[in-house]
């Protein structure tokens, strides 16, 4: 670890530096200022410090000759970057006495920023881990993102039911940690056609587009921690060319020219809302060729100013693709060496095979993307050809493995045959790509046994596991800091570089004085988050309850319905048992749902709806809550996180490739009521059978019933207390006046067939919580198991995802600054 920030930080030039922005920058007075205008110019003042760090990181010439990762990814949910930056810089102490200086409250200032939410959930949360523990390992990193002007949509409630709008991330003023970096705009083309021409004897191709845009970049800066690494999360925005339309406009059509270059700005518009569901939208491919383009010539121009020769490539670069959704830079690669750099198809074939790896990170059939042949003709005509050519020369390939076997090369073909062919873009990852990775290990087991096995025996090495982890700076050090002090306290500060530290807590899960400080800090994160819904929703939770916790995307496979129905059954037994006794509960949900996904947006009206009634009612209002935090987003959770006692991670196994969410509420004393599905199987080999709750089927469970025929009905009328749970759904119970409201979810479950087999885990999942009740009379016991949690989740870290990487996968060597 090398000089930061700390040691040359001048805080009477910091104060100037607020106090000008502040004027400048933002024009406002400093008697008159307003907190934002505060915390914009702190930001700005700050922003400064880092971007000097930044360019000396660009200009490390050492980083030139050393191996770099090019993280390409649609989605990076970042999150509010100051309270971070501030830790990673360690002058989070020094800013905070400047701010209180100036007369501000640090921690009042930075909840005045917005969430920059440019993802949609794990994946791009995990891509912003990943970025943090590259900086802090100080592995040679470019983030590349799109610089949506709105990212994911905000939600809020009408009568319970969702209703979204835009989400003006940047704010009128623009965000102040971001930096243009104009003198490295991009030109990216669109639609046209092929042209063969010779060129000395040879024929050879080449693409004339029909529309230009221009790929602007932003710079954000990744901090390493206690670091002088900054690496740039690189964002591209699209703007108009003028004059954008050749063909409009030479025709003399001025006005259709000018309105082209207003439809330009369309790219980078808005990020797409759906998760794990692909819809095959032209402007979602145009946003997905516009990244990967302009995140590929961004890369060979730092390349090739370094010096290198092209062939050379995979020694300096490797380019991770997160998902499918950048697939589209492997023929752009393929395009810019044959095409432009004047490479024989074979060299460039052989300097992309070894470039590119690709993360998978579902297997739900819905959100494998496929684009319509046509569409990609129109759009990209030589990206097209190309791809038919990597197509054909695998094809042999697969021929001459299982000679004959038409079934075989139908299956593996990128090109899937029909009607309407389709591009799978899975295939072209596996066949363009040295490494593959799944994101747990019963994931990674999962892609090479049911998603491509034929790949596997194909290329036996080239799938491996690399499993998820999160930073430990946001979600234990920045969100929980009164545990992070008692762990600093007893075991020192190392744990936030190298979490594996932290089980030397586990020798104190048994000590009393140390039990009553660790839930005591508990009990202090749940009144925030009290203190959070009285101030937001108006309801009254008292600590003294569990607070059970499901905070994920709202998405059938993940069960938030399952959820549901032990709450209704709760309800029943407190109204109709008069033996039945149960430890407070407050159950919370936060969950967006795609816009377009009706059943998911009838499963949050169904939760607001019974929530209402619940917390109303007084024969069991204290002993039962539900709260629906609305507008899920990174913030929200650092307030959440730490306040959890249970963690639902409850997906039907074989679904939730990891999970991370379940990683942070474990590392912060949450115990788990989970499946055996992703992450949830590695976290419960760390903490042990005994210090978590497992319940249901698993994929071996899971794929026995429904091979043996599924039925919702066996298991429906076998159950009185799930059939009264259930019935409570019909009628107008929760919807006054308006029987039947909720009935779509009681048919999704019965004559929908379930196919997420709700009903056949319900059992097991009220067993599971039973038994976290009658742990949870006994706290001495809890404690344990709690604070065993948090020294066993170690593993988690994204310090060590990114060495999997490193070693595994990127072959990279640190550079310390
Ligand atoms: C094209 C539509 C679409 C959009 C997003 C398809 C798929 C996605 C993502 C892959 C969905 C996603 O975020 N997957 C989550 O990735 C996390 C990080 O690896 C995992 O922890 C989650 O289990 C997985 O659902």
Known sequence: MKLNQQKKFDKAQFKNNVKRHLTSTYVQTVEKASPRAWYLAMARALSELTAFDLLETENDIRIKNSKSVNYLSLEFLVGRLTGNNLISMGIYTQISEAMEELGHSLSDLLEQE??????????????????????????????????????????????????????????????????????????????????????????????????????????????????????????????????????????????????????????????????????????????????????????????????????????????????????????????????????????????????????????????????????????LPRHMEIIYRINYQFLSEVRQKWPGDVGKQQKLSIIEEGVHRMVRMANLCVVGSYAVNGVAALHTALVKKDLFPEFDALYPERIRNVTNGVTPRRWLKFCNPGLSALIS?????????????????????????????????????????????????????????????????LHEYKRQHLNLLHILSLYHRLLHDPEFDMVPRVFFFAAKAAPGYYLAKEIIYAINKIAQTINNDERVNQQLKVIFIPDYRVSMAEIIIPAADVSEQISTAGKEASGTGNMKMALNGALTVGTMDGANVEIREEVGDENIYIFGLDVAGVTALKAQGYNPFDYYYADPLLKSSMELLMGETFTPGQPDKLRVVYDSLLDGGDPYLCLADFSSYVKAHEAIDAQYRDQQGWARKTILNTASVGKFTSDRSIRDYVENIWHLKAVHR
Not at 183 to 195: P, T
Not at 494 to 511: F, H, K, M, P, R
Not at 512 to 527: E, H, M, T, W
């Open 114 to 379: 917005r969430d920059p939410s440019l993802g949609n959930g794990g994946l791009g949360r995990l891509a912003a881990c990943f970025m943090d523990s590259c900086a802090a390992q100080e592995y040679p990193t470019v983030g590349y993102g799109l610089h949506y002007e709105y990212g994911l949509f905000k939600q809020s409630f009408i009568d319970g039911q969702q209703q979204e709008s835009p989400d003006a991330w940047q704010g009128v003023e623009g965000y102040p940690w971001e930096i243009a970096r104009p003198q490295l705009a991009q030109q990216i083309g669109f639609y046209g056609q092929v042209d063969i021409y010779q060129d000395q004897g040879r024929e050879r191709r080449r693409w004339v587009p029909g529309m230009f845009v221009k790929a602007m970049p932003w710079d954000l800066p990744i901090v390493g921690y206690q670091s002088e690494t900054v690496y740039p999360l690189r964002l591209w925005e699209c703007q108009a060319i003028a004059p954008f339309s050749l063909e409009s406009f030479n025709n003399g059509d001025y006005f259709d020219a000018q309105k082209s270059l207003i439809d330009a700005g369309n790219i980078t518009k808005v990020l797409y809302p759906n998760d794990n569901h692909e819809k095959g939208k032209t402007l979602r491919l145009m946003q997905q060729y516009f990244h990967s383009a302009a995140s590929i010539a961004d890369m060979l121009r730092r390349y090739e100013a370094a010096g290198h020769p092209l062939r050379l490539l995979p020694d300096y670069e490797t380019i991770q693709l997160n998902d499918t959704h950048p697939a589209i830079a492997i023929p752009e690669l393929m395009r810019v060496l044959v095409d432009e750099r004047d490479l024989s198809w074979d060299e460039a074939w052989s300097i992309c095979a070894k470039t590119f790896a690709y993360t998978n990170h579902t297997l739900l059939p819905e959100a494998l993307e496929t684009w319509s042949e046509s569409l990609i003709q129109r759009l």
């Open 489 to 553: 306290d007893k075991i020192g500060d190392e744990w936030t570089g190298e979490l594996e530290q932290i089980s030397q807590l586990a020798v104190y899960a048994d000590d009393p004085a140390f039990q009553q400080s660790y839930l005591a800090i508990k009990r202090g994160n749940k009144q925030r988050l009290a203190d959070w819904v009285m101030a937001h929703l108006g309801i009254e939770i008292s600590t003294d309850a569990i607070f059970d916790v499901q905070i994920k995307r």
